[in-house]
C-alpha cells in the first residue's frame, strides 16, 4: 500500500471518527448514511460483481431488524407477551440486558439472514435475469404480508424496543459507531475478498455463468455464499436499524420493498456496478439528494425521487465510477491502447456481459 | 387454525359460496387480466418489463373520476374517454402529422396552454363552472400535445431492448413519480363512482351480484375482444405481431418498427387506462393502489407466457378466484401474500421443468 493510500485511509477514518462530534445536529442522519452505504455496498457485491440483480435484498434487511429485536426481547421477557402488549405494559431493560440484548441480536440477525439466503437462494438462483429480480421482489413482498398477519411479533402493528439508557445524543453515537464499525469492517472485507480467487470467480459468474460452469466453477456454491454473506451484512444493519428506529411495522419500515429495497439499488447505479468505491460514492450523493429535496420540495420529493432513479438507469447507467473510468482510465491504472478500435474495459461493457 | 378450518368447513357445506367465490373472483380476475395482457404485449413486443403498469391503470381511473365530477359525463362513458386520454399520454401519436404539426408549433401552443390555464384560474375564481372547465380543457389538451410522447421520447423508447434490469428500474421511477403526481393532483382519498344500479340475488341472497359489476366485466370482455380482433386482422396488429417475432427482420420487410413501438405501448397504456375507468366504477382508486395491480400483472404473465393470449386471461382469471379463496380461507390479510405466492410457486414450478429438460443433456 502507497504512502499515499494508507494517507487517504487515515484522513477518512478520522473524519468517521470525529463526524458525530463535529456535526451533532445530523447525527440521525449520519447513521443513516452509513446504513445506506452499508446496504449499497452489500447489494452490489451480487448485483455489480456477480450480476445478479436482486430486487429482494430488502427482505434481509426486514428479517435482520425483526431478529434483532424478537432475540433482544426473548432474553428477558416472552416474546408473545411483550409484543401483545404492543409498547404497552410494564417491560424494563436495565442496561446490561439493552446492551447484551443488542449485540447478541444484531449478531444473531446476521447469521439468521446469512442462513435465510441458502434456503432462499437455493431455490432462487435458478431464475435468470428480470425473473430472479421478480422472484426475490416477491419474495420480499410475501415475507411482509405473512408478518404483518403473524400476531406472536405484533403483526401489523409492529413491535417497540426499549429506547437507548441514558442521554438522547449519547445513544444517536452508540447507533453511529455501530454502523460506522460494520460498514468499515464491511470494506475491509470487500475490499479483501474482490482481489482474491472468490472475487474473480463471481466476476467470471457475471460475464458468463455457462462458461464459467465449464471451466469448473461450481457456480451455485459461489452464488449461494456470495449472496449469504451479503445477507449477513444486511441482516447487521438491519439488527441496528431497530434499536435506531425503536418502533417499527412490518410493511413501511422494516420489509419496505419500494423505498429502500429500491433506494440501495439506485445508490449502486448512481456511484457505478461493479466498483469497490461506486456504491459508497454513488450512497453519499444519493442520500444528499434525498435529505435535501425532502427538507426543500415537501410534496414534490417523491416525483424528483423518481426522477432522479429514471435519469440514472436511463441516461446514466455506469455511474460516476463508470463515467471516470471511461474518460480517465489512467486514474485506474488502464493503459489505453490508441491503435485498437475496441473502447477501453470498463464497468459498462462488463455488465453488458452480464444480460 | 380453527378459523381455517371452520372457513374450509363452511365451503363444504354449503358448495353455493363456492359459486359465489369464483363469481367474484372471475370479475376481479377479468380487470387482472387486461392490464396483463397489456403487459404481455409491451414486453413481448418491446422487451419492456413495464412496472409501471399499475399507475396506467390508476391513471386511467382519476381520469374517468374527474372527468364524471367535473364535466359531468356518464360513468359509462369514462372507459372510452380513459382510453383515449390514456392512448395520448403513452405516445399513440409519437410519430404521426399531428406530433410533428405539434412540435414545430411549440411556441404558440405554450402560449395558449398558458393562455388557457389563467383562463381555468381566473374563471375557477370567480367561480364560472363552464368557463373552468374550458380553461382547464384546453390546459390539459395542449399540454398533452407538447409533451405528446414524453414518457414515450425520454424513457421507454430508450429503453427498448435494453438490459432487462434497465427497463424495470426505469418504469419503477415513473410508477413512483406517477403515483405522487396523481397525489398532489387528486389527494391521497380513495375515490369511486357510484352507478346507482341494483343488485342481482341468486340462490336464496348467498349469491350476489352488483349489476355495475356485471357491466364492468362485459366491458371488460368486450375490450379484450376488440384488441385480439384488432392483433389478428388489421395492418398495424399484423405489424405488431411481426415485430414481436423479429424486430430485425420486421424492418428489413419495410415494417417502421419505431412507430409499432410508440402504438404497442400506446395501446397498452390505452387499455391500462379503461381497466382503471372500469375499476373506479366497480371498486375504489387511489393514488398508491397502482403497485398491486403491477404484481399482479407480472404474476399473471410470468405464469401464463408472452404471446399467450388465451393463457394470459386465464391466469387472470385463475389468480382472481384463487386470491378471492385464499382471502375466505386465511382471512382478508393474506390476498396480497396469495397473489405473491402464486408468483413464486410458477416460478420454482417452471424451473423444475427447466431442470428436468437440462438433466438430458449431462
Known sequence: MSVQKTGLYAALLIFIVASPFVFPTFGVQLGTLWLMIIVAMTWDMTGGQMGYNSLGNIFFYGTGMYVAALISIALVYDVGEYTGASGGGRYDFTDAQYFTGFVLGTIGAGIFCALSAFVIGYVTFGLRGPYFAIGTLGVAIAAGELVSNWDWVGGGQGITLPVYPGDLDEGKIFIYFAYAITGVLLFIFLNWLYKTRFGAAINAIRDDEEKAEAMGVHTMRYKLVTWAMSAFFIGVAGGISAFQLISFEPLESAYQTINLGIFMVVCVLLGGKGTLWGPIIGAILFQIFKEVTWNYFLGWQWVALGALIVVTVVYFQDGLMGWLRTTRPEWFGLTVDERDDDAPQTAAAAGEGAK | ?362
Open chain 2, 1 to 362: 387454525m380453527d378459523q381455517i378450518a371452520s372457513n374450509i368447513g363452511l365451503l363444504i357445506d354449503y358448495p353455493v359460496v363456492n359459486l359465489k367465490i369464483i363469481i367474484d373472483g372471475v370479475m376481479i380476475g377479468a380487470l387482472f387480466a387486461l392490464a396483463a395482457y397489456g403487459l404481455a404485449l409491451v414486453w413481448g413486443v418491446m422487451n419492456v418489463k413495464n412496472l409501471a403498469q399499475g399507475d396506467f391503470v390508476i391513471g386511467g381511473g382519476y381520469v374517468s373520476w374527474w372527468l364524471v365530477k367535473n364535466v359531468g359525463l356518464h360513468p359509462l362513458l369514462g372507459v372510452p374517454a380513459a382510453f383515449v386520454v390514456m392512448a395520448l399520454l403513452g405516445g399513440a401519436l409519437h410519430g404521426t402529422p399531428v406530433h410533428q404539426w405539434a412540435r414545430s408549433q411549440k411556441k404558440p401552443m405554450i402560449i395558449v396552454s398558458l393562455v388557457t390555464g389563467f383562463v381555468f384560474i381566473v374563471a375557477t375564481y370567480l367561480g364560472d363552472s363552464a368557463g373552468s372547465i374550458a380553461g382547464y380543457a384546453g390546459m390539459v389538451l395542449t399540454i398533452l400535445l407538447i409533451i405528446n410522447g414524453g414518457i414515450y421520447n425520454l424513457v421507454i423508447s430508450r429503453v427498448i431492448e435494453r438490459d432487462l434490469f434497465t427497463s424495470l428500474l426505469a418504469t419503477f421511477g415513473l410508477a413512483i413519480m406517477g403515483a405522487q403526481i396523481m397525489n398532489l393532483l387528486f389527494g391521497s382519498d380513495t375515490q369511486s363512482l357510484d352507478l346507482g344500479y341494483d343488485t342481482l340475488y341468486f340462490a336464496d341472497g348467498l349469491i350476489d351480484i352488483p349489476i355495475a359489476k356485471l357491466i364492468g366485466v362485459i366491458m371488460a370482455a368486450a375490450l379484450a375482444t376488440v384488441v385480439i380482433i384488432f392483433m389478428k386482422r388489421s395492418r398495424m396488429g399484423q405489424a405488431i405481431r411481426a415485430t414481436a417475432q423479429d424486430a430485425r427482420a420486421a424492418r428489413v420487410l419495410g415494417i417502421d418498427t419505431e412507430k409499432v413501438y410508440a402504438f404497442t405501448f400506446s395501446l397498452n397504456a390505452a387499455i391500462c387506462g379503461a381497466a382503471g375507468a372500469i375499476i373506479v366504477m366497480v371498486w375504489v382508486i387511489q393514488p398508491f393502489y397502482g403497485i398491486t395491480y403491477s404484481v399482479r400483472a407480472f404474476v399473471i404473465v410470468t405464469a401464463a407466457g408472452l404471446g399467450n393470449l388465451p393463457g394470459v386471461i386465464a391466469a387472470g382469471l385463475g389468480i382472481g378466484a384463487a386470491e378471492q379463496y385464499g382471502s375466505h380461507v386465511f382471512g382478508i390479510g393474506y390476498q396480497q401474500a396469495i397473489a405473491v405466492m402464486l408468483l413464486l410457486a410458477v416460478l420454482v414450478f417452471r424451473l423444475m421443468q427447466q431442470k428436468r429438460n437440462r438433466q438430458v443433456l449431462q
